[in-house]
């Protein structure tokens, strides 16, 4: 009887790939007690295998930093939104959503913005939205490659040993993106292809690949679970921290039970009126909050 330590690389009908702490690459399945406990392993997430009479099988789960529902994937150390200067037009309530979520669950967020070639102008007004909220940024233009290397070398310096993934809308240019950053990952993604018959942009499940400096990338179907009407990612007293910009201002507003929507007295209303929140992430945050206002309070678990 043997324990070896892993990490999920990828998952599908029940059968999981996992990469060993001494670089083996080894396919197995795990204990039928799982389904008892109604816990599913997730890409991401780190396990102890039990090898015994030839056979390996999952046998614990360590505790996860985050886990996502779509796509389905654990301890996510950061996440890059890409958002497109033009072509198509920006959603930035949906970038909104999206990096609150993210925020929520412990995922830093980078952001993007690409097709600076596109409008400049339009580039530099979402840089300064987000610059201004907090986020670290960078502006690039795939096809010219302006912007490409300051991600690399972020990556490289900040992102080692980290499970980071892109998120976008379609025709943000994010594949691009992503192919010109990391080479390794476009071979191998595309020698997946050849071998399913399927395009790059019909990935049905999550995996991960190696990158070079000793992370990886997760190749997801996409981050399309954002309705906070039909799903519950948390409830109304968890979203103003969910904003990077309002935490200096917290705990500051003249009413102690202060929604940050109207008050007079509210600091972070004060601090928009100033010009140190921008416009459209305050309205972003309204919008969330009559969201979850309407709804029940759901049970964490």
């Known amino acids: ?105 412990n995922i830093e967020v980078v952001m993007i913005v690409s097709k600076c070639a596109l409008s400049r102008k339009k580039a530099m007004e979402i840089a300064d939205i987000y610059t201004k909220s907090g986020f670290r940024l960078f502006v690039t233009d795939s096809p010219s490659g302006e912007g490409v290397e300051n991600i690399k070398d972020y990556i490289n310096k900040e992102c080692k040993a980290k499970i980071i993934a892109f998120a976008g809308a379609s025709g943000v240019g994010k594949s691009t993106l992503i192919n010109n950053i990391f080479n390794e990952f476009s071979r191998k993604t595309d020698s997946v292809s050849e071998k399913t018959g399927r395009g790059r942009h019909t990935t049905r499940t999550v995996e991960l690949f190696e990158t070079e400096n000793g992370g990886f990338i997760a190749d997801t179907p996409g981050f399309t679970m954002l309705d906070f009407e039909r799903f519950d990612f948390f409830d109304l007293g968890d979203l103003p921290g969910t904003f990077i910009e309002f935490e200096r201002y917290l705990g500051k507003c003249r009413y102690t039970k202060c929604t940050h929507t109207k008050e007079e007295g509210c600091a972070i209303i004060e601090a928009l009126e100033r010009g140190e929140i921008a416009k459209s992430r305050h309205e972003s945050y309204k919008l969330l909050y009559e969201i979850l206002k309407r709804k029940q309070p759901y049970r964490k678990k």
């Open 1 to 105: 009887m043997e324990y070896i330590k892993g990490l999920i690389v990828k998952g599908s009908g029940g059968l999981y790939d996992l990469l060993c702490q001494n670089g083996e690459r080894i396919s197995c399945r795990a204990k039928g007690a799982f389904r008892h406990e109604a816990v599913s392993p997730l890409v991401g997430d780190r396990v102890t295998l039990l090898h015994e009479g030839g056979s390996y099988v999952i046998e614990s789960i360590e505790e996860r930093r985050n886990m996502l529902i779509r796509p389905s994937i654990a301890n996510l150390d950061r996440l890059f939104i890409v958002i497109p200067s033009a072509r198509p037009e920006a959603d930035l309530f949906t970038v909104d959503k999206l990096s609150s979520i993210a925020r929520y669950n």
